[in-house]
Structures are given as C-alpha cells and as structure tokens.
C-alpha cells in the first residue's frame, strides 16, 4: 500500500510556519495608529521599528541558513518561534520608543526572518525531487499571503480591544506552533529513513557541522566571485524594490492622491495577494519544466512593461487599474521558485541556504531602498510618476539581467569555488 | 511580448497637436498699456502646455518678481496671480514644454499706467527657434546620438537576423544600445538648457521637465533601448524572439514621431504614421548600412534602395506640409536647416548609387545630423 510520503507532512508543517512568519512580520503595519494614540509618538518613530523589522527579515536570512546547516530546521524554527512569542508577548510592557524597536525591530525581525523564504527554499530542496518548483511556490505563496490574510482580523483586535491584546495573540500563535513544529518537523528525509520525494539515488551527504556565521560569510565570498551571483542579487534587488518596496507600501497612498477611497485603495492590495497564490503556483510548477532564465525573463519583463503602464491606468478609472492589479499580482512573488531554482543550480543545493539567503537580503535591500525612495519622490516631486516609471525601466533591466545567468551544474560550481570553511 | 509592447506604445504615446508651442496671445497684451493693475496675468498658446519652473515669471518696474507663487497650466492657457504693485513697465518671461516634448520660451511687457524703463532680467537676443542657443546644440545633439542609436540598435540587428543571417553585425547593435542610454539624459538636460542655460541642472527645472509629456517620451524610450538589450540576451534560447527587435524598433519610431512635428495639414494618426516611417526607413538605411560594412551579403543594395525611396518619399511629403508657401524657405531658420539637409542628401544619394558604402556612411551620418537640427526647430507650419 503506497503511504503517504512524510515530505508532505513536513511541507504542511513549513507551510502553516511560513503562514505565521508573514503573519508575525506584518502585525507593526497594524499598531501604528494605536501605539501613536496611546503614547503620542510620531509615525516617523514608529516607521523606524518597521524599517529595522524589514532590514533583519531579509538580512538575517543567510545566518538563519547557516543555523539551519548547523542545529537542524527543527530546532532553529522552534528557537525562532520563541523569540517570536517573547518579542511580541514583552511589548504590552514598553513605554519608550527604543523598547519598541528593540522587540517588534529587532527581536521580531530576526525571529520571522529565520523563518521566511530561506526555510521554504530548504525544505523544498532537501525533501523533494520531483514537485520541487510546485512545493517551493506553494511555500512561498503562503509567505505573501499570510501578509495579508490576518491584517483585518489584527486590526480588528487593535480596534476593538487594544493593541496589547493584538500583541498577545500573535505571541500565543507562535507559542502554539512550537509542539507542532517539535513533534512532526524533520531535518532531512534520511532522519525518518526516506529518499526525498521522488529520488532515485541516495541524499547528498549531510555537510560538515559549520560555525553558522562562517558558513553564512562563506556563502557570501562564495558567491561573490560567480558572475551568477551577482546577476541573481542584481535582478532580485530590483523584485524588491519593485513588489514589497513599491507597490506594496505605496500604491495605497498613490490611489488616495488619484481621489480613491482608503478602503478601496486597500483592498487593491488584498486582489494582488489572491492573484498572487495563483501566479506563485503556477510559477512553481512552470519551474519544474521550463528554463528558470526564461521564466524570469517574461515575469520582469512583463512587470516592468505593467509598471511603465501604471501612469496611465490611473487616468484610465477603475478598468486600467483592475487590469494592473490582475497583471501585477500574478506576477508577485513569482520570480521565488524560478531564482531559488538557479541559486541551487549554480551553487548546489548544499550551499543553497546560506547563498540564497543573500540573495534574498538583496531583496529586503531593494524592498526597503524603494520604500524611502519612492516616498521621497512623493514629497519632493508631489507626484508617483518618476518613481513607478523608474522601477518599470529597472524591471527591463532585470529581464535584461536574468537572461544572460549562465547555465552551470551545481558539482562543478562547488569544485571550482570550494567553501573556504568547507574544512571547518 | 513584442505585439504587446507595439499595443502598448500605440495606447500609451501622448497626443500630440502641432509643434512648439507658440504663444498666439495675452491678457494684458504684449506692449499694452492698462489703466488698472492686473490681478492675473494669462497666457494663450498655440497647444496644450505644461510649465517649467515657474512657467510665467512677471518683473515689475522695479525689476522684482511681482507674483504670488508659480504659473498654473489649464490646456493651452497658463496664468500667473500678481501681486500689488507700482505703475510703469511689467516684464513677462514664459518657460513651457508642450504636448510633443518640445520646449520654448519667450518675452514680452506691458505697462500698467505708463511706460518705464524695463529693469527685468530678460533673456535677451540670441534665441534659435523659441529656445537658447546652447539648449538647440545640445537637443541637436541628443536627437542626433539617438537616431544613430536607433539605426544601430534596431536597424543594424534586423540586418543581422533577416538579411545577413550573420550574428556578426549585433555588436553594431549593442554599440546603438549605448549610444541611446547617453541620449536620453542628453535630452532631459537639453529641455531645462533650452529654457534657460543657467538653470541646466536646477532640479526643480528637470523635475518639471520629467512631469511633462517629455518625461514619458523619455521613459518610453529608455525601456525600448532596455528590452533591446533583454532580447538580444534571449536569442540564443529562442530565436523566434528576432521578430520583436523590428516590431520594437517601429514601437519606437512610433513614441519618435509623437515627439517629432505633427502636421496641422494632415489628421493626427496619417501624420503619426508619416513620421514613423520616415524614422523607420532611415533605421533600416543606416543600420543595415552598418551592419553591410560589418558583414556584407549581397542583398543589401535591394534593402537600401527600397528604404532610401520611403525615405525620400516620406520626407518630401513631411516638408511640403510644413511650409504654407515656397517663400518659407528662404525666410524661416527651419527653410535654411532643409536646404542643408537637401544638399548633403545629393552626394549621399550619389554614393549610394556607386556603392561607395563606407563613404555612403558618412554621407548619412552628416544627413541625420542636419535631420536633428530640423526636428529641434519649430516648422514653419
């Protein structure tokens, strides 16, 4: 009788953490008007512990791939969901601004930054041969949708009964995750006596026990001297500016100065995360049958020409807005699997974690870069048109980018550039 | 991607109306002399505006601004509120850009009770066709780096891939990928020199130029040079992609002729299109002319004969339509630059003929400079 494969049971478990990372990272947008009501500090001050928040989510990437090599996914992903707890449970007890940016920017980000996208691309790689790309997209899709979806019920708890008890709730779903994660989570398909989904040979071999920053800044030199690298960082910094740092913080205020109401111009948002889980699926299953490089090809392409677009969809009402939302959301977060996929064929999948986790800091880079940027040019300029005409113009670059990221078998890049803790 | 992009440029070019905005009256009029003061100052030009900078500056018999805040645009209209002032001379100084990317500028007074001495810091002689000299040399000299751009990029490439069938000559393209991403920043400081020299790097200037339909034109034109380069990096994996490089090309052409001189002769898309070709005919000349001179096949000299007939023959029409009468060129700075032109055209027609190709180069270099000289002056008509 053919049994369930565990790979399954570890993609769900994954899936409901990333759902809950998002989820997590999201809740400061929700307390700002709350905590500026109570203590009278300034959105700029809150915007800092946001930015803080933002930066680690991505920067602490590559070191949570280097725990990840060194303690194992189960016990990095509960260490993570306790920082979580503690980070959001202690802030019902602050009262100075800088508490707030030691626990929601600091303790916060690096516990939901230990469990984004670098988990996702572990666990699809480690568990799966076959599927990889669909597992990866599904992983990541809960990742920007969990964003999203607990954001009306967060604000409804802040309005209704105050922010601390909004705090307490995200610190109790992480505490609730943690038997879960500690009962059914496990490191590598040979742990239960597996292959990975799908294989037909054995696992690589567990690597050497590494000092998880010397892994991570290994990762780092490593992927430094390969002209891939710097094409993957390159094009994914502009995916962040142009999705989480554009759109994302600023396409609310831009459908206000075009005389949208607040509400409609949020919702616009909630369509981007639905067509979103769409266009991410389907990206991943695309991945696991179409040259990666192509992919990322049309997905900038098509985002930057969408982009350059905007300017007029907002003259064209509802219609032209409606067919950027489609076009844009589809388009999301849809670049994750095919770049993860590349990152692994370049560097192999044992140094996927820690390389792809600088990948991704570029991207939180690019994210948090285009967040100022574009609201300085809102203050400077009066108007968005610079700053969505630029991010489209980068968005070809990027397709000009990915389109010329060369073809490399992962065996052979570990050989021509070893680890240098390798022999740690 | 390449009929989308084609829809695309067709749905997103400006309208263009005619060309340059002229300034076709005022209140109070230019040299007028009104009992009251002013409370507004509005200006009416030939098409829709859009100002740079301050867009109207107005300096009173003291040689102060003597105005509450910028000019507001409505269409063709421009005004400016005063503020209180003495009796005597008012200078009026006009910055805009209009709807088909051109700038102009220009000045003139009135007086309110009677006429004094103008203090006003004027612009002075020396304008070329509504802009400052140093703002037509450098949009000269923009235009004339992106028509080479354009040959070489999209011209040069479809040698390559449809006549050749030689990769060879697509370095020729990478080189015209260049040339157009140093042309577009050449043209935005261009704008803000042609209005006022001093204030070529004013970032309130270049912000306004950036606001106006030039901005989008720009834009357009840098993501065709971008999607040039993305393409050409995706041949290898499909080749069938060639055919976007002259679908590109003419989607530029086509944001090319909405900043070039619709004609007021003709209805708006038969002018469009008028221009386009002749942009699309002199790309596919020069560039497979380069790419020839690269790798030579002999079904060249039947492309470039085709291309230099449209070519011709668009341009004729092009230059009968902008002249209300043969009178015009003689008199009009625009007339002399087309007599120019004609006389570098003759021995570039007669190389061409001999099949002196290198020589034949040269001579259409020299054309398409006198070309981007014409397009940065206002036509006659």
């Given at each position: 009788?053919k049994?369930?494969?565990y790979?399954?049971?570890v993609?769900g478990?994954?899936?409901?953490?990333?759902l809950?990372?998002?989820?997590?990272r999201?809740?400061?947008?929700?307390?700002?008007?709350?905590?500026q009501?109570?203590f009278?500090w300034?959105?700029?001050t809150?915007?800092i512990?946001?930015?803080?928040n933002?930066?680690?989510?991505g920067?602490?990437a590559?070191?949570?791939?280097?725990?990840?090599?060194?303690?194992?996914?189960?016990?990095v992903?509960?260490?993570?969901l306790?920082?979580v707890?503690?980070?959001?449970g202690?802030?019902?007890f602050?009262?100075q601004?800088?508490?707030?940016?030691?626990?929601?920017?600091v303790?916060?980000?690096?516990?939901?930054g230990?469990?984004?996208?670098?988990?996702?691309?572990?666990?699809?790689?480690?568990?799966?041969?076959?599927?990889r790309?669909?597992?990866?997209?599904?992983?990541?899709?809960?990742?920007?949708?969990g964003?999203?979806i607990f954001l009306p019920?967060?604000?409804?708890?802040a309005?209704?009964?105050?922010?601390r008890t909004a705090?307490?709730?995200?610190a109790?779903?992480a505490?609730l995750?943690?038997?879960?994660?500690?009962l059914?989570m496990?490191?590598?398909?040979a742990?239960?006596?597996?292959?990975?989904?799908?294989?037909?040979e054995?696992?690589?071999?567990?690597?050497?026990?590494?000092?998880p920053?010397r892994?991570?800044l290994?990762?780092l030199?490593?992927?430094?001297?390969?002209r891939?690298?710097?094409l993957?960082?390159g094009?994914?910094f502009?995916c962040?500016a142009?999705?989480?740092?554009?759109i994302?913080?600023?396409l609310?205020?831009?459908?206000?100065?075009?005389g949208?109401p607040?509400v409609?111009?949020?919702?616009?948002?909630?369509?981007?995360g639905i067509?979103?889980?769409?266009g991410?699926?389907?990206?991943?299953?695309l991945?696991d049958?179409?040259?990666s490089?192509?992919?990322l090809?049309?997905?900038?392409?098509?985002r930057?020409?969408?982009?350059?677009f905007?300017?007029?969809?907002f003259?064209?009402?509802?219609?032209g807005?409606?067919?950027f939302?489609?076009?844009?959301g589809l388009?999301?977060?849809a670049?994750?699997?095919?770049?993860?996929a590349l990152?692994?064929?370049?560097?192999g999948?044992?140094?996927?974690?820690?390389?792809y986790?600088w990948?991704?800091?570029?991207?939180?880079?690019?994210?948090?870069g285009?967040a100022f940027a574009?609201?300085?040019?809102r203050?400077?300029f009066?108007?968005?048109?610079?700053?969505?005409?630029?991010s489209?113009?980068l968005?070809?670059?990027?397709?000009?980018?990915?389109?010329?990221?060369?073809?490399?078998?992962?065996?052979e890049?570990?050989?021509?550039?070893?680890?240098?803790?390798?022999?740690? | 991607?390449?009929?989308a992009?084609?829809?695309a440029?067709?749905?997103?070019?400006?309208v263009a109306?005619?060309a340059?905005?002229?300034?076709?009256?005022?209140?109070p009029?230019a040299g007028?002399?009104?009992?009251?003061?002013?409370?507004?100052v509005?200006?009416v030009?030939s098409e829709?505006v859009t100002?740079?900078?301050?867009?109207i500056s107005?300096?009173?018999?003291d040689?102060?601004?003597?105005?509450?805040?910028?000019?507001?645009a409505?269409?063709?209209?421009?005004?400016v509120q005063?503020?209180?002032?003495?009796?005597?001379t008012?200078?009026?100084?006009?910055?805009?850009?209009?709807?088909?990317t051109?700038?102009?500028?220009?000045?003139?007074?009135f007086?309110v009770?009677?006429?004094?001495?103008?203090?006003?810091?004027?612009?002075g002689?020396?304008?070329?066709?509504?802009?400052?000299?140093?703002?037509?040399v450098?949009?000269?000299?923009?235009?004339?780096?992106?028509?080479?751009g354009?040959?070489?990029?999209?011209?040069?490439?479809?040698?390559?891939?449809f006549v050749?069938?030689?990769?060879?000559?697509?370095?020729?393209?990478?080189v015209?990928i260049a040339?157009?991403l140093?042309?577009?920043?050449?043209a935005?400081?261009?704008?803000t020199?042609?209005i006022?020299p001093?204030?070529?790097?004013?970032?309130?200037?270049?912000?306004?130029?950036?606001?106006?339909?030039f901005g989008?034109?720009l834009a357009?034109?840098?993501?065709?040079?971008l999607?040039?380069?993305?393409?050409?990096?995706?041949?290898?994996?499909?080749?069938w992609?060639r055919w976007s490089?002259p679908?590109?090309?003419l989607?530029?052409a086509?944001?090319?002729?909405?900043?070039a001189?619709?004609?007021?002769?003709l209805p708006?898309?038969?002018?469009l299109?008028?221009n386009?070709?002749h942009?699309t005919?002199?790309g596919?000349?020069?560039?497979?002319?380069a790419g020839?001179?690269?790798?030579?096949?002999?079904?060249?000299?039947?492309?470039?004969g085709?291309?230099?007939g449209?070519?011709?023959?668009?341009?004729?029409?092009l230059?009968?339509?902008h002249?209300?009468?043969?009178?015009?060129t003689?008199?009009?700075?625009?007339g002399?630059?087309?007599?120019?032109?004609?006389?570098?055209?003759?021995p570039?027609?007669?190389?061409a003929?001999?099949a002196r190709?290198r020589?034949e180069l040269?001579a259409l270099?020299?054309?398409?400079?006198?070309?981007?000289v014409?397009?940065?002056?206002p036509?006659?008509?």
């Amino acid at each position: 009788m053919k049994r369930l494969h565990y790979a399954w049971v570890v993609a769900g478990i994954t899936w409901f953490t990333l759902l809950g990372a998002a989820g997590f990272r999201s809740t400061p947008g929700v307390l700002i008007v709350p905590l500026q009501h109570e203590f009278g500090w300034s959105r700029a001050t809150i915007s800092i512990a946001v930015s803080i928040n933002l930066m680690l989510f991505g920067l602490f990437a590559p070191f949570a791939g280097g725990l990840m090599e060194r303690f194992g996914v189960r016990r990095v992903v509960v260490g993570a969901l306790l920082t979580v707890s503690a980070g959001s449970g202690l802030t019902i007890f602050m009262h100075q601004p800088w508490q707030l940016d030691l626990l929601w920017g600091v303790v916060v980000g690096i516990g939901t930054g230990s469990m984004a996208t670098v988990l996702a691309a572990i666990v699809a790689n480690r568990w799966f041969v076959q599927r990889r790309g669909l597992v990866l997209g599904a992983l990541t899709a809960a990742g920007a949708t969990g964003q999203l979806i607990f954001l009306p019920a967060l604000a409804w708890l802040a309005v209704n009964m105050g922010w601390r008890t909004a705090a307490l709730v995200v610190a109790g779903a992480a505490l609730l995750g943690i038997p879960l994660v500690a009962l059914f989570m496990r490191d590598r398909p040979a742990d239960v006596g597996l292959r990975a989904y799908g294989a037909t040979e054995a696992d690589e071999p567990a690597p050497p026990l590494r000092n998880p920053v010397r892994a991570a800044l290994g990762g780092l030199s490593m992927g430094m001297r390969n002209r891939n690298f710097w094409l993957l960082a390159g094009s994914f910094f502009i995916c962040g500016a142009s999705t989480n740092g554009l759109i994302g913080t600023h396409l609310i205020p831009a459908s206000i100065d075009h005389g949208m109401p607040e509400v409609t111009a949020a919702s616009l948002l909630a369509f981007i995360g639905i067509f979103d889980v769409a266009g991410t699926m389907i990206s991943g299953w695309l991945t696991d049958r179409v040259d990666s490089r192509w992919l990322l090809f049309w997905y900038y392409g098509l985002r930057g020409l969408s982009l350059l677009f905007l300017p007029y969809a907002f003259g064209m009402q509802y219609f032209g807005l409606f067919l950027f939302i489609v076009f844009y959301g589809l388009d999301w977060v849809a670049t994750v699997p095919p770049t993860v996929a590349l990152t692994a064929d370049t560097f192999g999948r044992r140094n996927l974690g820690v390389v792809y986790g600088w990948i991704f800091a570029s991207h939180q880079l690019g994210a948090a870069g285009a967040a100022f940027a574009a609201g300085a040019v809102r203050t400077y300029f009066g108007d968005y048109q610079l700053a969505f005409m630029t991010s489209g113009l980068l968005c070809l670059l990027a397709a000009g980018l990915v389109i010329r990221i060369s073809r490399a078998r992962g065996s052979e890049a570990v050989v021509v550039a070893p680890l240098p803790a390798a022999s740690y | 991607m390449a009929a989308a992009v084609g829809a695309a440029a067709l749905a997103l070019v400006p309208v263009a109306a005619s060309a340059h905005a002229q300034l076709i009256g005022s209140e109070p009029a230019a040299g007028a002399v009104v009992a009251t003061h002013p409370a507004i100052v509005t200006l009416v030009f030939s098409e829709a505006v859009t100002p740079v900078g301050r867009g109207i500056s107005v300096y009173g018999p003291d040689g102060r601004l003597a105005q509450s805040g910028p000019a507001a645009a409505q269409g063709a209209r421009l005004a400016v509120q005063l503020t209180a002032g003495a009796e005597g001379t008012y200078a009026v100084i006009w910055t805009v850009i209009a709807a088909d990317t051109h700038p102009s500028r220009g000045e003139f007074t009135f007086s309110v009770g009677h006429a004094s001495p103008v203090r006003a810091p004027g612009i002075g002689g020396g304008d070329v066709g509504l802009v400052s000299a140093i703002g037509l040399v450098l949009q000269a000299l923009g235009r004339w780096l992106h028509f080479a751009g354009f040959a070489l990029g999209f011209g040069a490439a479809t040698y390559a891939l449809f006549v050749a069938r030689d990769p060879r000559p697509l370095r020729l393209a990478s080189v015209g990928i260049a040339l157009l991403l140093v042309a577009e920043p050449l043209a935005l400081l261009a704008q803000t020199a042609s209005i006022d020299p001093a204030q070529t790097f004013n970032s309130e200037s270049l912000t306004s130029a950036l606001a106006s339909p030039f901005g989008r034109v720009l834009a357009l034109r840098v993501a065709a040079a971008l999607l040039l380069w993305a393409v050409l990096g995706a041949l290898r994996q499909a080749p069938w992609l060639r055919w976007s490089i002259p679908a590109l090309g003419l989607a530029l052409a086509l944001v090319d002729a909405t900043a070039a001189h619709a004609t007021s002769a003709l209805p708006q898309p038969l002018g469009l299109a008028l221009n386009a070709l002749h942009v699309t005919a002199m790309g596919v000349w020069i560039g497979g002319l380069a790419g020839f001179l690269v790798a030579p096949v002999g079904g060249f000299g039947r492309v470039a004969g085709w291309s230099a007939g449209l070519l011709i023959a668009s341009g004729a029409a092009l230059a009968l339509l902008h002249f209300a009468n043969p009178l015009q060129t003689m008199t009009t700075v625009y007339g002399g630059v087309l007599m120019v032109k004609l006389l570098v055209v003759a021995p570039a027609l007669y190389l061409a003929w001999r099949a002196r190709r290198r020589w034949e180069l040269a001579a259409l270099a020299a054309v398409l400079a006198t070309a981007a000289v014409l397009v940065s002056l206002p036509p006659p008509r």
